[in-house]
């Protein structure tokens, strides 16, 4: 599929920290407007700097794109701000259920409508919404986000990025840490938002087995490189992903449920 009908397209990009360490070299991805495109690869293959990048989140830890070319829905993502492209519908939830730990729950959702200037009505709009597909959200609603469980704070984080109205929502390693019960139904919402409201969704994860249940398409990392890419249900039926990229075992083992 060509970029220009791409809503995201990744094109040979290369990417160095400090102008010294080379983390990516030859990352290739396309994600088409309406599907869920899983980025997949064990510890240290560059899934986290393969999302960075397309937020344009490099400069704020020294790193940057020093070759290749970035385009979400036509506009050159290293020659846009991360501000103005959450603005254009490109939304990250980074690894590590960042949440302000002080602010309920519902503070923390309703950071997420700010940016985008939203107006009391769309704000409690948008609040319902999120309620209605994570129910726990509004049961803790007025609790302080850092007193909640790690599965709710993975929500919260999530509902908050849905209050930008995303086009495309960007997920680092959402089940990590968590509950396997927790994490099939975030991905079963996730799903649902992407099959009944077309959210295209990129999602980062060392857990293939999930990530290919939901996935439509997908890509493998290993070493900063692009390796593998096609349909979930193609790489699904291949024995060698869970062994040979990830090594037998390593994916359960990193992510043994800590987290409710």
Do not use: W
Request: aromatic content about 4%; some cysteine.
């Amino acid at each position: 599929m060509d970029a220009a009908n791409a809503l995201l397209h990744i094109q040979s990009i290369e990417v160095c920290y400090q102008n010294a360490v080379v983390a990516l070299h030859d990352v290739n991805l396309t994600v088409r407007p309406g599907e869920i495109h899983a980025v997949l690869g064990a510890n240290g293959a560059g899934k986290s700097t393969t999302l960075k990048a397309v937020s344009n989140l490099l400069p704020a830890e020294r790193g940057q794109v020093t070759g290749g070319r970035i385009t979400f829905d036509g506009h050159d993502v290293t020659r846009t701000n991360p501000a103005t492209l959450v603005r254009h519908g490109l939304v990250q939830v980074l690894e590590g259920r960042h949440c302000f730990p002080n602010l309920t729950v519902e503070e923390n959702l309703i950071t997420g409508a700010l940016g985008r200037d939203a107006s009391r009505a769309e704000i409690a709009t948008d609040l319902e919404k999120v309620y209605a597909i994570f129910p726990r959200l509004q049961a803790r609603r007025h609790s302080r986000a850092g007193l909640t469980s790690g599965g709710e704070q993975q929500m919260a984080a999530i509902g908050r990025a849905l209050m930008s109205r995303p086009r495309l929502l960007v997920l680092d390693e959402p089940s990590m840490g968590l509950a396997p019960l927790v994490v099939q139904d975030i991905f079963s919402q996730l799903q649902r938002l992407n099959r009944e409201d077309g959210l295209s969704i990129v999602v980062a994860e060392q857990n293939s087995t999930v990530a290919l249940q939901y996935a439509d398409t997908a890509t493998v990392l290993e070493a900063g490189v692009t390796v593998l890419s096609g349909t979930a249900q193609e790489l699904r039926q291949r024995e060698d992903i869970q062994h040979f990229y990830f090594g037998q075992g390593l994916a359960e083992d990193a992510h043994a449920p800590v987290a409710a």
